[in-house]
């Protein structure tokens, strides 16, 4: 079954935003951290924004100023808001929950284009 499951990506041009969201069916309660991460050809999967149980979110260097993470804890739902999108912002964006006993739960990844 689909435990995460992200939607808001698609083509935008420089200077443009997008959000992305990512809806839960996991238990909250084992819940530990939330992040996002994102992926290039050719490139490894990197950190892009977190937030840690009771912390605030922190964010990869590239993104800091332009993306914001937040969470709607009535629904366990996580967005990042994504501002001043530059083409090297071009990525498939997955959503990361990880639990307590230290496995990751990921969304399917969905894809962001930042192209003029």
């Known amino acids: 079954q689909v435990q995460l499951e992200e939607s808001g990506g698609g083509l935008v041009q420089p200077g443009g935003s997008l959000s992305l969201s990512c809806a839960s069916s996991?238990?909250?309660?084992?819940?530990?951290?939330r992040a996002w991460y994102r992926q290039s050809p050719g490139n490894e999967r990197e950190l892009v924004a977190r937030?840690?149980?009771?912390?605030?979110?922190t964010y990869a260097d590239a993104v800091k100023g332009r993306f914001i993470m937040s969470r709607d804890n009535a629904k366990d739902t996580v967005h990042l808001q994504m501002n001043s999108l530059k083409p090297e912002d071009t990525a498939v964006y997955y959503c990361?929950?990880?639990?307590?006993?230290?496995?990751?739960?990921w969304g399917q990844g969905t894809q962001v284009t930042v192209s003029s």
């Open positions: 937030i840690a149980l009771g912390g605030p979110a």
């Open positions: 996991l238990s909250t309660s084992n819940i530990n951290a």
């Open positions: 990361n929950f990880h639990h307590k006993a230290g496995w990751d739960y």
